[in-house]
């Protein structure tokens, strides 16, 4: 019996309330907060109807601290789950060391004024924390999350010793528009319009945004063109996976969408440097996530198939030993069961077994930690149980990449 406050009512906010909401003698409270009222409402009526449990809503601005903390010391939650934007991450961090409450996110912290994704603004929270005796866990999305939990179960039972990870992500889905972004626009183009970079021996490579890319035969979905891209779980993971000497991580996409993205990048609408407009500052990204499609409206109209997973090599009992961990996500059966599509349920569903991790005593220790930090057996199994079965294929032992 637990009491949990959600923060953020975009589509992965309507996963997680309505994931937890099916487990009531685990989340026996649920508080769903976010800037637009009347967004929150709109779940709760959705998850009141399907899953027969009540959810409380309120107004809340989680960029001031003061008042997430006077907030968080009224109701005295249990656990906050964060799944507002990445700006946010810092200020709700605040106001759970402040109120005392434990801490759950999907990605890490960004500065709105830059794109760059470090976990070191997050991590030098690591001591108080642990002084507070509080846990805050990072990244219980599925890249990052998922990911790491594949990478943590690959080290503690295929491998003596893991060399080489290729985590690849394929979203065969098709939501019918010329143009759109299954999560919110500005942090998706902020991402894959950032330079390239993986790590190889020790020490960074910096490549060219969407310079890269290799063809690769996804299980299920099949072919899909993957771009090398740089994603936040590959700072922590080469800290915490012994002996890797090279990480790297893809993602699909198709020559439709990059066309569309190359015209409004070279017309300037991807850009986070402000303009002013009849007298008001305004970035161009801004304004394109307005004329956008919004995210949480795909799902009723998108049809097919996710595809994530880990390519991993290395060695056991003496010999060379490959392996692809993976689930494949439907894009209709997730809106059947909550109302959004794939690419939301594959993180929200982690967010909510992330949480049930902390509030079961299974993961909770005072610090900040990333996922594979974390004995990944009980994930692993929670993931079958709530909608996110996994597999595990053994492949030639030959990297599927030749050269780079």
Not at 176 to 187: M, Q
Not at 253 to 267: A, C, D, G, M
Not at 287 to 307: E, I, Y
Request: a negative charge.
């Amino acid at each position: 019996m637990s009491k949990v406050i959600i923060i953020g009512a975009g589509g992965v906010g309507r996963v997680v309330a309505h994931k937890c909401a099916q487990v009531p003698e685990i989340f026996s409270e649920l508080i769903l907060a976010s800037r637009t009222l009347e967004k929150c409402q709109a779940i709760a009526e959705s998850v009141l109807s399907k899953t027969g449990q009540s959810i409380q809503t309120y107004a809340l601005n989680a960029d001031d601290v003061a008042a997430c903390t006077a907030f968080l010391k009224r109701e005295k939650p249990d656990l906050v789950i964060n799944v507002a934007l990445p700006y946010q991450d810092l200020p709700l961090m605040d106001a759970c060391l402040a109120a005392g409450v434990d801490y759950l996110d999907t990605a890490n912290y960004e500065p709105p004024e830059e794109a760059k994704f470090e976990y070191k603004w997050q991590w030098s929270y690591r001591e108080r924390y642990s002084a507070a005796g509080l846990t805050a866990l990072l990244g219980s999305g599925f890249d990052p999350g998922v990911t790491n939990v594949f990478c943590a179960y690959a080290q503690k039972h295929l491998f003596d010793s893991i060399e080489t990870i290729d985590i690849l992500d394929a979203n065969a889905g098709d939501h019918g528009y010329p143009f759109a972004t299954n999560f919110n626009p500005e942090i998706n183009i902020r991402e894959i319009t950032q330079k390239g970079r993986y790590w190889k021996d020790g020490q960074w490579i910096e490549v060219d945004a969407m310079s890269v890319h290799r063809s690769y035969d996804f299980p299920v979905v099949g072919q899909q063109d993957a771009y090398l891209l740089y994603h936040e779980e590959l700072e922590s993971l080469i800290e915490n996976i012994h002996g890797l000497k090279q990480i790297r991580f893809w993602m699909t996409f198709s020559e439709k969408y990059l066309n569309y993205l190359r015209v409004l990048e070279n017309v300037g609408m991807t850009s986070i440097q402000p303009i002013e407009v009849k007298g008001q500052e305004i970035q161009p990204i801004e304004f394109l996530k307005a004329v956008l499609p919004d995210p949480a409206s795909l799902g009723a109209r998108t049809k097919g198939k996710t595809c994530i997973g880990c390519d991993i090599t290395g060695i056991q009992g003496n010999q060379k030993k490959r392996v692809f961990i993976y689930n494949v996500c439907d894009h209709e059966d997730s809106y059947r069961e909550v109302g959004s599509q794939a690419i939301s349920y594959t993180t929200g569903v982690p967010a909510r077994i992330g949480a049930e991790m902390l509030l079961s005593g299974a993961w909770k220790k005072p610090g900040v930690w990333n996922m594979e930090t974390m004995d990944p057996d009980p994930f692993m199994e929670a993931l079958n149980k709530y909608g996110l079965p996994w597999q595990v294929l053994e492949l030639p032992p030959e990297s599927w990449i030749i050269g780079e």
